[in-house]
């Protein structure tokens, strides 16, 4: 990362804006909540709603939220304001930031919890503690972890405060590099657990049940939930990827990048998807046993697997550090702000990291407080948040405004993203909450 101004640095290749951008979006949500959630929704048909979202939800926002912040130049709430008021519109849509920056909050206050379990197993893993075991005793193993309130608190003040520490810094030089190496070898570590799958899992049956579509399956909530997950798998509606695209270099073409990140994003999604359906079945568990999935088929697969120890151990830590690439990421957008309202770097950090501290001891006593801040944010503020994104920028910036800075496409593919923007986006988020309002009330 070089500095292009004084006041506003620019990534120092399109390359670190890509595995940034990667790394902010793969996360638990690709490793640990898609699976479940793709569990307890039925497989096939939420999937398959689920790529839809990306598709015509996702990627058309990611495209208008990145350019915001490469215009703007600035954080979320800025960069907002900055533009609102070039195209002589209202300064409230700056709430757009400010909302933003609280979801960013919300989500880390549970976000940091789950990194702690997953560091949690590997210390596990490293001590061989689950080695050895019958399946039935390594699964419940997880349910020990969720009664140990104690345990919980020292992973998760563990994970706040490398978080914080490594925001603290200054996020940029260090993060870029991280990412470069780590991202490839998280990878490497989900083909091995597919090839694992593949020789000792229930393959095709883990197959069928994510890709065969059973329509009847889905409902209003299933659906609120698809296009939750579509939005915070890639880190959208809520200023992370503004702010990144802040740091994005000029002659970076926005739609190449965002496509590349959202392919990366799903492919891994996926494939995390592939590798664990066959080991579910297998160990004959539920593939809806929600948020302890992951942590319990995953520690199955390696105790009985040749050099279990090591790979459980290598698996946790790259789940751990996906999560930290994201955790920054969650905070940043946040930091940035109070940075431009005059507020030490160091300040903001340790201010944002105790709020977050505090939220996640919440999560950890209640469980009710853990999965409201999950379904306030996820399936309300990120969705919300695009929404307000796209009317933004279909419907206020203007069209030569918005085609000066998306470059290296056509026009007529251009005119497309633009159309999509402007009516299927937003319908197609309105739909999906007015299909779930009218579930909640029976209709
Ligand atoms: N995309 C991250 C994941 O899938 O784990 C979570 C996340 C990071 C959501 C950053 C939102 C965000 F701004």
Same mark, same amino acid.
């Not at 946040?334 to 501290?357: D, N, P, Y």
């Not at 986006?425 to 029976?442: A, N």
């Given at each position: ?54 598709? &015509? ?57 789950? @990194? ?47 978080? @914080? ?6 996020? !940029? ?18 083909? &091995? ?24 399956? &889905? ?45 990366? =994003? ?37 105790? =009985? ?38 507020? !030490? ?27 409201? &801040? ?70």
């Amino acid at each position: 990362m070089s500095d292009s101004t004084a006041s506003h640095p620019i990534w120092s290749n399109r390359l670190t804006y890509i595995l940034a951008t990667t790394g902010a979006a793969v996360g638990l949500g690709n490793i640990w909540k898609f699976p479940y959630i793709a569990g307890e929704n039925g497989g096939g048909a939420f999937v398959l709603m689920y790529l839809l979202c990306i598709l &015509l939800l996702g990627i058309p926002i990611m495209v208008a939220e990145v350019m915001l912040g490469r215009k703007g130049r600035a954080n979320p709430v800025h960069a907002m304001l900055t533009q609102a008021r070039s195209a002589g519109v209202s300064k409230g849509w700056s709430l757009i930031g400010i909302m933003g920056v609280a979801a960013g909050i919300m989500i880390l206050m549970y976000y940091s919890v789950v @990194a702690g379990w997953s560091l949690e197993y590997v210390f596990q893993s490293a001590t061989s503690s689950y080695i050895g075991k019958s399946p039935t005793d390594v699964a419940a193993g997880f349910g020990v972890l969720a009664q140990d309130t104690t345990r919980q608190l020292i992973w998760h003040s563990a994970f706040i405060s490398v978080t @914080a520490f490594i925001v603290g810094l200054g996020v !940029t030089r260090g993060i870029g590099n991280a990412v470069n190496i780590l991202m490839p070898m998280l990878f490497m570590l989900l083909l &091995l657990l597919l090839w694992y799958a593949y020789n000792n899992g229930e393959f095709m049956r883990g197959l069928t049940f994510m890709f065969s579509a059973d329509f009847s399956k &889905l409902t209003g909530a299933s659906l609120l939930t698809a296009m939750g997950h579509a939005f915070f798998t890639l880190s959208l509606g809520m200023g992370t990827v503004m702010v990144y695209g802040s740091y994005m270099p000029e002659s970076q073409s926005i739609p190449s990048a965002s496509v590349t990140v959202a392919f990366l =994003d799903t492919l891994i999604a996926l494939v995390a998807g592939m590798a664990i359906f066959p080991l579910v079945f297998a160990s004959g568990l539920e593939p809806g046993s929600g948020p302890g999935l992951l942590f319990e088929t995953l520690p199955i697969a390696f105790s =009985d697997m040749w050099g279990g120890a090591f790979f459980g151990t290598g698996f946790f830590v790259l789940v751990s550090i996906a999560a930290l690439s994201s955790s920054i990421s969650l905070i940043e957008p946040g930091i940035a702000w109070l940075e431009k309202l005059g507020i !030490t770097r160091i300040k903001a950090t340790v201010g944002l990291a105790l709020l977050c501290w505090i939220g996640g001891v919440a999560s950890i006593y209640s469980a009710d407080v853990f999965s409201t &801040l999950d379904y306030l944010t996820a399936n309300i503020m990120l969705p919300l948040g695009g929404l307000l994104i796209a009317l933004f920028v279909g419907w206020r910036l203007g069209y030569t405004r918005v085609r000066k800075e998306i470059t290296g496409v056509s026009n007529g593919l251009f005119n497309i993203w633009f159309v999509v923007l402007r009516f299927i986006t937003p319908i197609g988020v309105i739909v999906v909450f007015y299909e779930s309002i009218k579930g909640l009330f029976g209709a």
